[in-house]
């Protein structure tokens, strides 16, 4: 286990490295001048050169990658070429919105996929079954930009009941949370149905499992078989997708904030990218990639802990 | 008084009959082989009688163990004689097993369930259990994972958890098809030991009629979904009447000759149709070559003796005219 987890540990940075040089590469490409941008079409040639030469963006590539690199490392993020304010405060800030969001989004998709999954699978073969395949798939086919879009038609323009966009500060807890409400749950429909659908499979290769028969042969009823010998089982599978699913559910988290303007930090990438704020725009990214990558890390080793088959191997 | 009685017994799916009025009786301390090649409704036979069918199939008559119809109890009484009084060794141990529960928990399973043991009770059984089926080194078996064990050692997992709560009745379906045939052998001759000393009534399920001659007392032979033939293994063996059982025989006797003779080894001609192909009257007339017009219809199970034969055209009797049974009772 030690073994495989240095390994996998390796691995890990390796791809983190892989993976800021293709973030630094693929923005650095990126058309127009920040200097340009930032000074406006008015700026004169001279003081768009002495700008880039300000922001160190004259300097060779190598060189700005690994000053890049450097401030990430140390923590030291520098500041917005735009706002001027510290880039490691704005993350910070964006987070507290996305964060709650994504861990609430991932919560409404449990809570929508594990009855609509084991259900659907308990009562295959009758009209209930069929009626909870097909709302998992539904879930799933309708995009989050229109799901958040009918909810806010619904619950805020209708009913008034929750706010249609926009964050309060966490000072105000109640507010806040219900903010996040119904973006959350339009990132959670979509995961529920993808989970569910999953859950589902694994469910109903559980019930026709040698091992499950076995169970039920000692005299464990159907409720007690599935509770000590299905479980267990069953979540192998689900660990892996619920680990690429909250990944998913960070990339959705960028479409969500612009449908009900979070300040998150999907919003705060569109407008570094708008704006050509290259350093915020390299940071987010590279968190997002570090946090994916770190959360298959965790699903590889909870896998191992959960699957004996698995764990004596290195 | 019969260990385990099955009347009538049918098991259905979407309106084809699988099994059809299949009865038999094994007494306490006896063994009972069912016989017939695949497809013929042995197993489906065995998991109606312990109510475990899958999903779509469904089952009627009775299926007695003691003086209650496993059939008819209600499905929470049926849990409580599953795995206490009644047992069933499945075919493959390589998948029956739960791969995430360590070995002695899962033996120790049945004894928590119907007697009550606690956990350190139930791991101290499963370590006799164990050693008690020739595992070596029971007590690091039992902290190991099935994927740990070989075939052979996991199928005597399978019968250290059947023979844990003395069972009245043991339902094997076919122990060893899965195993090498050099652990067969070893298997086989547990089991017997084991039934030996539960005294419990064993019913075999198998192809290897070598095995029933040497283990069981009574064969019960089945094709398409019914009883063709029962009778002693002395004289089912030696005198088959049923054209099926003198084929399987024939089929079976054949392997220890291997072809030295330069005859082709002899085969039962054409295969087992599909469920609810099999042609009406006598399911076996297609492939008989006793078969007349006479067998369009399904001719009565016939009691001789001890022996009851499904035919029209026993094997080594002259033939009767039609519709006259010689000595005996119907039944």
Redesign the interface.
């Known amino acids: 286990m030690v073994r495989f987890a240095a390994h996998r540990l390796g691995i890990l940075v390796l791809s983190l490295v892989g993976a800021s040089v293709l973030v630094f590469g693929a923005l650095t490409l990126l058309p127009g001048s920040p200097a340009q941008v930032i000074l406006g079409t008015q700026a004169t040639p001279q003081s768009v050169h002495h700008l880039t030469v300000q922001l160190g963006l004259d300097k060779p590539l190598w060189q700005q990658y690994f000053d890049w690199l450097h401030g990430m490392v140390t923590g030291a993020l520098g500041t917005s070429y735009v706002s001027q304010l510290p880039i490691g405060t704005q993350i910070w800030q964006a987070l507290q919105v996305t964060g709650p969001l994504v861990l609430l989004g991932l919560v409404i998709g449990l809570v929508i996929a594990i009855p609509l999954g084991l259900f659907g699978a308990l009562l295959q073969g009758r009209a209930t079954g069929a009626v909870l395949g097909a709302i998992g798939q539904v879930g799933l086919a309708v995009p989050t930009f229109v799901g958040g879009t009918l909810l806010i038609i619904v619950f805020a323009v209708e009913f008034h009941v929750l706010p249609a966009s926009g964050f309060p500060e966490w000072s105000h807890p109640g507010s806040a949370l219900k903010s996040l409400l119904l973006p959350a749950i339009s990132l959670g429909v979509v995961e529920g149905g993808i989970i569910s659908r999953y859950l589902r499979t694994s469910v109903l290769d559980l019930l026709q499992s040698d091992y499950l028969r076995t169970a039920r042969m000692k005299g464990l009823s159907m409720g007690q078989a599935l509770r000590r010998h299905g479980l267990r089982n069953a979540m192998l599978p689900l660990v892996t997708v619920g680990g690429l699913e909250l990944a998913g559910l960070i990339v959705g988290a960028i479409v969500v904030e612009n449908v009900f303007t979070l300040p998150g930090i999907g919003t705060l990438l569109l407008t570094s990218v708008n704006n050509r704020d290259l350093l915020v725009a390299q940071d987010i990214v590279m968190f997002v990639s570090g946090t994916v990558l770190v959360l298959n890390l965790l699903v590889d080793l909870s896998y191992r802990l959960l699957d004996p088959r698995l764990a004596g191997r290195s | 008084m019969a260990a385990l009685s099955v009347r009538d017994l049918s098991v259905r799916a979407q309106g084809l009959e699988l099994v059809r009025d299949v009865s038999f009786e094994v007494h306490s301390g006896e063994r009972v082989a069912l016989i017939g090649e695949s497809g013929s409704g042995k197993s489906l036979t065995a998991m109606a009688i ?1 109510g ?1 069918l ?3 199939l469904s089952a009627s008559g009775e299926a007695r163990l003691g003086d209650e119809d496993l059939l008819g109890v209600s ?2 009484r049926r ?6 009084r009644i ?2 060794i ?1 075919q ?1 141990p390589m ?7 360590r070995i002695g928990r ?1 033996v120790g ?2 004894l928590r ?2 007697r009550g043991l606690s956990r350190r009770q139930a791991a101290e059984a499963a370590v006799k259990l164990l050693a008690r089926v020739e595992i070596p080194d029971p007590a690091r078996y039992a902290h190991s ?1 099935p ?2 064990l070989s075939g052979g050692l996991r199928q005597r997992v ?1 019968m250290a ?1 059947a023979i844990s709560c003395d069972p009245d009745v043991i339902l094997a379906d076919e122990p060893t098809t899965a195993l090498d045939v050099t652990v067969q052998r070893r298997v086989l001759e547990l089991l017997d030991r084991l039934v030996r000393e539960e005294g419990s009534a064993l019913l075999l399920i198998t192809h290897d009629l070598a095995v029933v001659s040497e283990m069981c007392d009574r064969v019960v032979t089945m094709y398409g979904g019914r009883v063709v033939e029962s009778g002693s293994v002395e004289s089912m063996l030696t005198a088959p009447q049923h054209p099926y059982t003198d084929a399987l025989l024939a089929a079976s006797s054949a392997v220890s000759i291997d072809g030295a003779s330069g005859e082709p080894l002899p085969a039962i001609a054409g295969s087992v149709p599909a469920a609810g192909q099999f042609p009406p009257g006598c399911p076996y007339r297609d492939r008989c070559p006793r078969a007349s017009q006479q067998c369009t219809t399904m001719p009565p199970l016939e009691a001789v003796g001890d022996r009851t034969v499904a035919c029209w055209h026993p094997v080594g009797r002259e033939e009767p005219a039609a519709g006259i049974t010689t000595e005996g009772t119907l039944k």
Do not use: K, S, W
């Open positions: 312990v475990l899958g999903r779509g499905e929470r849990c409580q004689l599953r795995g206490d047992a069933l499945f493959d998948t029956a097993l739960d791969p995430t529960m899962q399973e049945a369930q119907h994972y994927h740990q399978m958890i």
